[in-house]
């Protein structure tokens, strides 16, 4: 307690006791006389008349509360002196708890950069990024925890992760789709559908793949363009990756004059494929006849390359030009643009062509076994794939 306090509590006794030795010394007031009295009191008939004050008109008096302002004023000030007094005691748990969270946050950076150390390190960059930030959350949460038991707040714990529940709920229906990618990122980098460098196609979009990120996925065209695909829609999407397997099919279609030799086209065709030093033996080239018309007959040649040491469009367009090449050499004619009026009639000597421009009369000779080219790709996935759910069928039952 101040001096002010004291000093007014002395005034005012000093006074109280002033006025009561005023009073007791104070000569008695000398008594009416009962005629004033008499004249005083007002008759049966004034006391009915005389209207009595009303109570509202009493109640509405103003009143004047008095209020203490400099005892208030002394009173926040010893709160505040209190609380800086209890601050400056506990000042060396203060210090202590921002030392233990600062060494909580070193300490998970460190431990987040060396995480073979626990054995948790991968070869996929964007999970181990991810495995690298939780181990630091966690190390730091663990900071905070021991730092708030040190202050004596843990109640303040349950307050804030009720608060972070809440908040989470709220920013998950506010930020659905980045939510949606960045558990679709965590998703495409657990199943790794594809490596980088890979050329794949999602969708419509095709290209090589360039980075993997908490959103998007980049991929580069062959045009040099940078494509952006968000998680979800690859997540979802139908992903073809022509990398997966070494081994690339190309083909190609060529048309011939309907009078030519099926046969004859077929051989020439497939000698010049075979001849590319590109080609793989390994499946061997292979045709078909896709349609026959009175315009002419479309042929289409296959040939396998190995991506990691050829490239597909440059040896499709060899093949195409060997070919044609060939065709001209042997005089497999295309289908002619114009057409050939023939006046007169033919002898039958005429009618006669080379034995190589006749199409054998049976099937002898001709290849009609089951492609094999992609069953040992497919028995090499079966195999590798520990998820695989689907068994061999029993073909002897």
Known sequence: MTR???????????????LSSAVATAPPAPPAPDVQTAASEPTPSEAQVSPAPE????????????????????????????????????LPLLIAAALIVVVAVWGGGFVSRRLHWLRLRTRNPYLDGLIRRAVQAVIV???????????????LVGAMLGSAGVLGLALGFAFKDIAENY????????????EPGDSVRIDSYEGKVAALSARAMVLVTAEG??????????????????????????????????????????????????GIEDVLDDPAPSWAVVDYTSAGVMLRFFGWVDQRKSDLGKTRSEAIRLVKAGFWRAGIQSPRATTHVVIGRETPAAR????????????????????????????????TDDRNLLTPRDVTA
């Open 4 to 18: 002010f306090p004291i000093a007014k509590m002395f005034a005012a006794l000093c006074l109280l006791g002033v």
């Open 55 to 90: 109570a509202d008109e009493v109640d509405d008096a103003p009143r004047i509360e008095e209020v203490d302002v400099r005892g208030r004023f002394d009173a926040v000030f010893d709160e505040a002196q209190v609380r800086i007094l209890r601050l400056l005691a506990n």
């Open 141 to 155: 949460v663990i900071g905070v925890l021991v730092a708030l038991d040190l202050l004596n707040a843990t109640a």
């Open 225 to 274: 363009n940078e494509l952006r695909l968000p998680n979800a829609l690859v997540f979802k999407a139908v992903i073809l990756n022509f990398s997966s397997n070494p081994r690339r099919r190309f083909e190609f279609t060529i048309e011939i004059d309907a009078s030519q030799s099926i046969r004859a086209a077929q051989t020439e065709g497939l000698a010049q494929i075979a």
């Open 183 to 194: 558990i679709a990122g965590v998703l495409l980098s657990l199943r790794r559908p594809f």
């Open 352 to 383: 006669q062509t080379s034995p190589d421009q006749h199409e054998p009369a049976t099937s002898m000779g001709a290849d009609t076994s089951v492609n094999r080219d992609i069953d040992r790709q497919v028995a090499q996935v079966r195999d």
